[in-house]
């Protein structure tokens, strides 16, 4: 029912601006909000550790520059530390392995969280949307200890 037929409607509501018109944008935007929230959220976790770590390899940078500029003698072993990376995480097949256990642990996770729900169905649809992250958790999971696999076995291979 459109407002601009009742009786007294303001100005705005005779343009033909209707509660049901605001609404069904409003519809249509909570899903994009959703969508950045939830991506923008993920970019923040991989993002800002990175920022971090690199804030930190400026800021020692700035106090070695800045000691060299007055004079100060610095102690190579202080020097190197300093300079080297802040954390050096080698790859390892383990560690590799490790994170395709989780994700595969994860993705059983959801799939039981689905299932207990009510949103398992078996007919292909993945109703609330937990199937549908299950699988992606899933598929990284394998992935990963895919790669272990061949890491290990390549690893393997060249050391002998």
Known sequence: ????????ASPIQNKGLTPGLMESEMEEI????VVLIVFGSVAAMVLMPIWFKERTKRSAHTIIAQAMERGQN???ALMQRLTESIEVQQKSPRRTLGNGV?????????TAASYFSG?????GHAMGGMMTTAII???L???????AIVDYATRKKSDT
Do not use: E, Q, Y
Request: proline fraction near 10%.
């Open 119 to 123: 949103d398992f169905d078996p007919s």
């Open 30 to 33: 909570v899903p994009v909000f």
């Open 1 to 8: 029912m459109h407002l601009k037929s009742l009786p007294g």
């Open 141 to 147: 999971g394998a992935a990963f200890t895919l790669l």
């Open 74 to 76: 610095l102690d190579p």
């Open 137 to 139: 958790l899933g598929a």
């Open 102 to 110: 989780v994700l595969l642990a994860l993705a059983g996770g959801f």
